[in-house]
Nanobody, 125 residues
Framework: QVQLVESGGGLVQAGGSLRLSCAAS????????MGWFRQAPGKEREFVAA????????YYADSVKGRFTISRDNAKNAVYLQMNRLKPEDTAVYYC??????????????????WGQGTQVTVSS
């Protein structure tokens, strides 16, 4: 079972930026679609962004399109989420996730079988 460890969360003012990182423990990381999800207090977990195993395809939730950028470095077994122009409504625990099927492009949450412990992002107004 792959381990995913997120980092980079914190407190930032509205309009600011943060970069989240997710480190994976297994080399087979490079053959899986990776995603970022978030969960705000009292709300269901929601999709944020996904990137294909090669990095050639990305997909974003409408709420973050144009502000967030997902990327990956397969040589480092890492995936990143650059978050710019943050808004108070971006406040949530952010989770990194690995899809269950290799070389399968999907961003449905049910398809992701490995999850990190989450990192808190708080955006003050």
């Amino acid at each position: 079972q792959v381990q995913l460890v997120e980092s980079g969360g914190g407190l930032v003012q509205a309009g600011g930026s943060l970069r989240l990182s997710c480190a994976a423990s297994r080399r087979t990381f490079s053959t899986y679609t990776m995603g970022w999800f978030r969960q705000a207090p009292g709300k269901e977990r929601e999709f944020v962004a996904a990137i294909s195993w090669s990095g050639g395809r990305t997909y974003y939730a409408d709420s973050v399109k144009g502000r967030f950028t997902i990327s990956r470095d397969n040589a480092k077994n890492a995936v990143y989420l650059q978050m710019n122009r943050l808004k108070p409504e971006d406040t949530a625990v952010y989770y990194c996730a690995k899809h269950s099927a290799p070389r399968y492009w999907s961003f449905e949450g049910s398809g992701f079988g490995s999850w990190g412990q989450g990192t808190q992002v708080t955006v003050s107004s």
